[in-house]
């Protein structure tokens, strides 16, 4: 059957993809417009499982807070080239799964791609973007914290995001030295906020580190464990946040930074995440 062109601009308008892609799909589900979206899915689905083994380490973080910015979420949003990580369609994608994730409260990734939108699935979003842009698209990372106030940070490029959670805040500025500690962490990539969240298993590797490079440097076997302790402590203050040295004032510790803007602020959770 004749496809005419308002037709194959409908289903383009429809569903995003390209105007020869719209113009077989219709033609091939005889201008049944559900048939011809469930041939786009299939075209999106094919190239999916096609590039299932492709590289996604391209992409872009999106990250948001609510209106009292006590709760935020970031995501990283995966594909397999710059070119398409800054492409609108990508971008509103990343938009959508955020916004959605942030007020649908989804558990875990796969549930975010759970939530309908305007009646589809966005797994579904995913697929018929994958279908039309031929590139895989998959959500690396899903993170989402709460606390008195979350502070999102988007390094440049948006290759890397930040939530950050703070507690004790009371009358404090929190949103410049907040974005200062978000800095931080994109830069310094801290193990974890204090020493004692450090995971045990990290710390006691860090001692037969420590022990093992003392006995290869001929000390005494009954000193190890004071050498591998002191070390130990060296590693808490290079990698665990509140102990860092501030990039922009070496002199003082991140505990020390957020103490000088009010008493007893500190950091209760951060996230992380990158597209690589």
Known sequence: MAISAQDVNKLRQMTGAGMMDCKKALSEANGDFEAAIDILRKK????????????????????????EGTEGVIIALNCETDFVAKNDEFVKLGETLISNALSKNPSSAQDLQNIQVDGRAIGDLMTDLMGKIGEKIEIRSFERVRGEKVVPYIHAGAKLGVLVAFKGVGGAHINEVGKDVAMQIAAMNPVAVDKND????????????????????????????????????????????????????????????????????TVSEFKRVSVA
């Open 44 to 67: 999106g689905q094919k190239v999916s499982a096609s590039r299932a083994d492709k590289q996604a380490s391209e992409g872009a973080v999106f990250a948001t807070t609510n209106s």
């Open 198 to 265: 450090v995971d045990p298993s990290t710390v006691q590797r860090e001692i037969e580190i420590g022990k093992d490079q003392a006995r290869a440097e001929g000390k005494p076997e009954e000193m190890l464990e004071k050498i591998a302790v002191g070390k130990l402590n060296k590693f808490y203050k290079e990698s665990t946040l509140l102990n860092q040295s501030f990039v922009k004032d070496p002199n003082k510790s991140i505990s020390q930074l957020l103490n000088d803007v009010a008493k007893g602020l």
